[in-house]
């Protein structure tokens, strides 16, 4: 796994991100000397004479790779050359050299066992793994130079006192112990070098010193195979060295954010997970600050995503700046930072360091648009203070922002100060809300769009319901705004999209189905492109699909709320105005809107009976939908009386408890054969069509209070 506690690394600055590793920045090929790069070589990097040498994190990943891989032949290797040292004393046992070639393998044996003992001793004190990882190296390139050595005055030792027939077992010999120690060691060039090479010059000496008709080809030999194994090796290493590299480039690209450079959401965990295993061994407790750029929906919305995306950019660059060398920058999604302060369990501290941010951002960002401030809001929590866990510390510090950002834009709000439940409990329901379509705990319910003329069911308006574990159902307006500010009415509203189609494609093709949709997915690009695709997908007319919107969708920029609309009705849909008369209504909106229906405020209906104004702004509205050519649509009706003024005003359609509930799909079929087809208007007469009420389709005495009674 990648070493999160130094994401910061080259590869993030050679992207161009935020991010000022300084502590892995690579060097430029053209400023290192021929004693840098020979320095390097020496460090293990086999790439360090090429135009790309390794950068220091890129270093330990190759070293940590090469030592693998030197464990994984250790053992065959070991027995391999303890079979030559063995071979080698027998092989001379009645020359005089036997009694120095059995002192050789005793020392031989000594300097292997001193030296694991060693290098395992020095790895047990270093608690940096990064920095155990460079010592085991140079300890383990000093052990195979010295083996290199003594295998090398063995058959120094050995050719001083061989005959014609020993001294073609010493060659035999030599050429199998350089090629098993090339072999284990191939990827670790200062080891195959610091092995091969004293074993070739052994070999080499001890023919020159004892001459003979062979010796010129002999000498030839050993040469060229120490030659053939080193450049073996070091193609191996090269290999070995570009594959680690690469694995590890695919390693950081997964934990580095692509716009800023900064770490990701998954390096954010693995960062604070460290942190708190850290603070288990004893160290020190730290500080984690959650970061949200104030009115960046608003740069988004007014000058594009281009611009939004510099902004980030820009901010990432400030946080870096206004950071410690050793503090951990992530961005966690959209305009989102954190910032993980290690060694800063003091409040005063963090405070300092969350002012140095606020300052940074005060100073003026400039754009090709000109020059902006872009004030942040922070949210600290301490830990282990305010959470032992990392789970519970982001609640906090989410909390403490979600505070900070209700006092006022720039400000900064520790745990303490934002324990509210009201501040609790909404960034529950917004941590929820993430999870409860992958859950499967939404649904919809529906409820009749009955015609006035004849009570024929005309369609459905679809209602979508949250069934909260341990909460119960809960409706669209209790939680829809927390969907909007936490980003996931989209994926929201285009799962009822989808879900309503699905369901409406069963009914009969004259019921239509209305499904609200939010002023965030209005504004979204990709809502035509959703409805298209559910209209291809499931062969959905869109004729029968109605979007019902609602003021605030239009009032901020009422020109791409128009050109969002066309475009939607481009695709065979209509649209519909709900809760008209509830917000800010402007006729000359109303007039330009490409509207195909207006559904009146069920506020406006209840109080209809008791308050002439609301009735006279129902027959306006009235009025109002017959000269734009609108169908118009009463909302919330829940007594005969209110169905009669809705009737009398020239409404079209109507719904509410005096009909039905919102009903679930398994129950819509009863609503269908109540109401099979339109029946044509009865014969106007005193008291209506049953003698005791005014429904012009009540057919039968009584019809209307049970429909009243069964609501």
């Known amino acids: 796994m990648l070493d999160s506690h130094r994401l910061e690394n080259d590869l993030a600055v050679e992207r161009g991100g935020a991010v000022g590793a300084s502590q892995s920045r690579r060097v430029a090929p053209q400023e290192l000397t021929v004693v840098a790069r020979l320095a390097r070589w020496l460090r293990g990097d086999p790439l360090a004479f090429s ?21 994984r032949g250790a053992r065959v ?30 020392l031989l044996a000594a300097h292997m066992l001193i030296s694991r003992a060693f290098r395992r001793r020095a790895s047990g004190r270093c608690a940096d793994p990064a920095l155990a990882a460079a010592r085991d190296f140079r300890l383990a390139t000093i052990q195979a130079i010295g083996s290199g050595a003594l295998w090398g005055c063995g058959f120094v030792l050995a050719q001083a006192y061989a005959n014609a ?27 195959a070098y610091g092995f091969v090479a004293p074993v070739a010059l052994g070999c080499v000496l001890g023919v020159v010193l004892r ?58 965990n693995e960062r604070l997970a460290a942190a708190f295993e850290r603070l288990e061994g004893g160290g020190q407790g730290f500080a984690l600050m959650c970061f949200d750029l104030d009115r960046f929906k608003l740069v988004n919305d007014t000058f594009g995503h281009v611009a939004g995306d510099e ?94 950002k209700q006092i006022r834009r720039g400000s900064i709000a520790f745990v303490d100060e934002a324990e509210s439940g009201e501040a609790r409990e909404r960034r529950e329901l917004e941590t929820a809300l993430r999870q409860a379509l992958r859950n499967g705990e939404m649904r919809l319910d529906f409820q009749p769009l009955v015609d006035v003329a004849s009570g024929a069911t005309k369609g459905f308006e679809a209602l979508l319901r949250w069934r909260r574990p341990g909460f119960g159902d809960l409706p669209a307006s209790l939680f829809i705004p927390a969907a909007e500010e936490c980003g996931c009415i989209e994926e929201i509203g285009v799962w009822a999209l989808r879900e309503a189609a699905r369901i409406a494609a069963s009914w009969p093709r004259r019921l239509r189905v209305a499904v ?48 969002s609309l066309n475009a939607l009705r481009r695709l065979g849909v209509t649209v519909a105005l709900d ?48 000269e734009l050519g609108l ?16 009737r009398s005003a020239g409404c079209d359609e109507v719904h509410g408890y005096l009909f039905s509930r919102p009903l679930p799909v398994d129950a819509l079929a009863s609503v269908f054969e109540r109401c099979p087809a339109p029946l044509p208007p009865p014969a106007p007469q005193a008291g209506g069509a049953c003698g005791s009420c005014t429904l012009p389709w009540c057919a039968e005495a009584g019809m209307c209070r049970r429909l009243a009674a069964a609501g």
């Open 51 to 71: 135009d790309r040498p390794l950068a220091p994190l890129e270093l330990e990943r190759v070293r940590l790779a090469q030592s693998a891989d030197v464990r």
């Open 77 to 106: 290797s070991l027995v391999a050359l303890v079979l030559g040292a063995t071979t080698l004393p027998i092989g001379m046992w009645n020359s005089p050299a036997r009694a120095p070639l059995i002192a050789w393998v005793l």
């Open 165 to 191: 027939g020993q001294r073609a077992l010493i060659a035999t010999l030599s050429m199998s112990t350089m090629s098993g120690g090339a072999l284990q060691l191939a990827t670790t060039l200062p080891m």
């Open 211 to 268: 001459p003979d008709a062979i010796a010129l080809p002999v000498v030839g030999i050993q040469l060229f195979n120490a030659g053939f194994l080193l450049i073996q090796a070091h193609f191996q290493a090269t290999q070995l060295a570009r594959r680690t590299i690469a694995h590890f480039a695919d390693e950081v690209a997964a934990r580095v954010d692509p716009l800023t450079g900064l770490g990701n959401r998954r390096a954010f």
């Open 311 to 404: 902004v980030i950019v820009r901010a990432a660059r400030a946080l870096r700046q206004a950071s410690r060398e050793n503090d951990f920058v992530a961005r966690l999604g959209g305009d989102e930072f954190a910032l993980i302060a290690p060694e800063m369990s003091g409040r005063a501290a963090a405070e300092a360091l969350a002012q140095d941010v606020v300052a940074e951002f005060r100073r003026p960002f400039a754009f090709d648009w000109g020059d902006s401030a872009c004030s942040v809001s922070v949210g600290v929590a301490l830990a282990p203070d305010h959470g032992e866990d990392g789970d519970r510390l982001v609640r906090n510090a989410d909390a403490a922002l979600y505070k900070a």
């Open 516 to 563: 609200n949709v939010s002023a965030t997915q209005l504004k979204s690009p990709t809502l035509a492109a959703a409805i298209r695709e559910i209209v291809e997908t499931r062969g959905f007319d869109p004729r029968r699909l109605e979007l019902e919107i609602k003021e605030p969708s239009f009032i901020a920029d009422f020109e791409a709320a128009a050109a």
């Open 579 to 626: 809760d008209f008369g509830a917000g800010y209504s402007s006729m000359t909106s109303i007039a330009r809107l490409p509207l195909d229906r207006i559904k009146i405020d069920r506020a406006f209906v209840v109080d209809a009976l008791a308050n002439p104004r609301c009735a006279a702004v129902i027959r306006a509205a009235a009025r109002l939908a017959r």
């Open 631 to 646: 169908a118009l649509t009463g909302e919330g009706v829940e007594t005969c009386e209110q169905f009669d003024l809705l």
